[in-house]
């Protein structure tokens, strides 16, 4: 038996009953005006803990969750965190092959999902031979749809009296497959342990100093990390109260923020931007507001961002796998940066022989955490992948980064292919596969070009067969229908031939220097919809 309680302890239910102890029936979030406490959250989640294991879901099966923001999210998280169950939670906006592969790759027995995205679920059933069961989420009055396979309800399997047979579940199970975009392969599943939820939400509630009188604005999807580990587990941990919204919406912003008395929320570097769009108002500080906590905020606008809002803005790095090792905090901050090492955490920066470079040299970061169980387990199935992040012991980020005379970090550029827009991360290979498979296209390459909120927009280059043509328009029109809406092109480039390295590999990097051409055919000039 282990010597230290921790072990057992550090779960995230297990802070869940640590909180419905010291709190009971305090609210814990609001969704939609309706208030839900913790007593609540921990009740919902043990009837979908006994409804589940009821169907056969026990220690360390996978569920698939496909679903909006809502309380039935969360109660499906606890829910099968009690069982020592693994959640997948997916990408709402995804289909096709990206949808069967994150289900199947992930061994996910069951689905959980609301009938709305039914339409994306249909086509592809029939690619999903280790999917057993499916649970569907719907109105009251909608019948259940035929699926070819058990449909339950979810609000009948969760009827119950809320009595189950507990696992034993420890910090270093795992508790969810998060997928992170592939580079230069498919998606990757990382497989988290417990312990680093709770990890996260401690560093997020020590670097922001959150009190159970702050109030945090969560609009971000639950089926990110940010969302869940972020916001939701820093909430729960400092005993704050959480406003959990369907989606982000600007107009919705400001009246929430001041509804609900919201002192923090968490954003994406595309978030501000728009945020500072409004024209400016007389009381635009005048809100309860006074943390901003994210992440790549354009640095022109910082200062405008502060001053206008009444906020501080603390920054950081992050990935999935690895949370948050370079911080800004409120005792210790540098604007404009991705902040220091925290928390037990060691890093340095390396060329690209992996020796340490000083200050002011760019190089790749790599990192490690001196605590148990913080960092991902692995990538799942992906054993090859596991060992070349892991190279030398350090987790290798694929990012370079450059630390300046004081210590602070500043992210300079990706080392890897991967692209990031309106803050979801798309693998160029998957954006690359839907339109290689075009009857009339040859070749064709992926990259990100800037855009004005510090993100990436999407160009694809191509080059389409001989005897073929093909508009834009019509390309687009085969392209969304195969990809979620946020990995849809805004920039279309179809050229004669893509430039070639000597061994005959497509030079991204050239056609990311020439960025938007005359010949570039934008979507949103054009008044081309994409739809969602």
């Not at 406490?37 to 569920?63: C, H, N, P, W």
């Not at 249909?122 to 019948?143: M, N, Q, Y």
Request: with cysteine; net charge negative.
């Amino acid at each position: 038996m282990p010597t230290d309680d921790r072990v057992f302890r550090r779960t995230i239910h297990g802070a869940l009953k640590d909180k419905v102890k010291q709190y009971g029936d305090r609210t814990f979030f609001f969704f939609k005006d309706q208030a839900y406490t913790y007593e609540d959250l921990d009740r919902e989640s043990d009837r979908v803990a006994a409804g589940f294991q009821a169907l056969g879901i026990g220690r360390g099966d996978k569920v698939a969750i496909f679903m909006g923001n809502r309380p039935e999210f969360l109660f499906l998280w606890f829910g099968l965190s009690k069982l020592g169950a693994v959640e997948v939670p997916i990408n709402s906006a995804h289909r096709g092959d990206l949808l069967t592969y994150m289900v199947d790759t992930s061994d996910s027995r069951l689905l959980v999902l609301e009938s709305r995205f039914m339409d994306r679920l249909g086509p592809v059933l029939g690619d999903l031979p280790k999917l057993e069961k499916l649970v569907v989420l719907g109105e009251e009055s909608e019948s259940l749809p035929e699926a070819g396979l058990p449909v339950r309800d979810f609000r009948e399997i969760t009827e119950n009296g809320g009595a189950f047979e507990p696992g034993e579940v420890t910090w270093s199970d795992p508790f969810v497959i998060m997928f992170t975009s592939g580079t230069t392969g498919p998606s990757k599943g990382s497989l988290m342990p417990q312990n680093y939820a709770l990890f996260m939400g401690e560093v997020c509630m020590e670097t922001c100093e959150y009190t159970e009188k702050d109030v945090l604005y969560n609009t971000l999807p639950l089926f990110h990390g940010n969302a869940q580990l972020l916001s939701t587990m820093p909430a729960l941990m400092s005993g704050a109260r959480m406003v959990l919204a369907e989606r982000f919406s600007a107009s919705r912003f400001w009246p929430d923020v001041r509804k609900y008395g919201c002192t923090e929320f968490n954003y994406i570097g595309g978030i501000l931007p728009i945020l500072l769009k409004a024209d400016p108002r007389p009381d635009d500080a005048d809100n309860p507001l006074r943390v901003l906590f994210g992440g790549g905020c354009p640095p022109h606008l910082f200062d405008e961002v502060e001053k206008r809002f009444g906020v501080t803005l603390l920054e950081g790095y992050g990935m999935s796998e690895i949370g948050l090792p370079l911080l800004n905090t409120l005792k210790e901050r540098k604007p404009g940066t991705c902040g220091k090492p925290v928390y037990g955490c060691q890093v340095k920066l390396v060329d690209d022989y992996g020796l340490e470079v000083g200050p002011g040299v760019p190089g790749e970061l790599l990192l490690r955490n001196r605590e148990p169980y913080t960092m991902l387990l692995e990538y799942y199935k992906m054993p090859a992948k596991t060992v070349e992040a892991w190279r030398d012991l350090w987790y290798n980020t694929g990012d370079y980064l450059v630390m300046d005379e004081d210590g602070y970090f500043n992210f300079v550029d990706r080392k890897k292919d991967a692209l990031r827009r309106r803050g979801e991360n798309i693998s160029s290979q998957e954006v690359e596969k839907v339109f290689a498979g075009h009857p009339a296209v040859l070749e064709c390459a992926a990259v990100g070009v800037k855009s004005d909120m510090s993100e990436d927009e999407v160009m694809i280059c191509l080059s389409l067969k001989p005897g073929e043509s093909l508009t834009p328009e019509l390309l687009l029109d085969y392209a969304q229908e195969r990809m979620a809406y946020f990995m849809v092109p805004r920039y279309v480039r179809i050229m004669g031939d893509l430039p070639k390295t000597p061994t005959e590999k497509v030079q991204k990097a050239a056609l990311r220097e020439a960025g938007v051409t005359p010949d570039t055919w934008d979507r949103e000039a054009a008044g081309y919809q994409v739809k969602r």
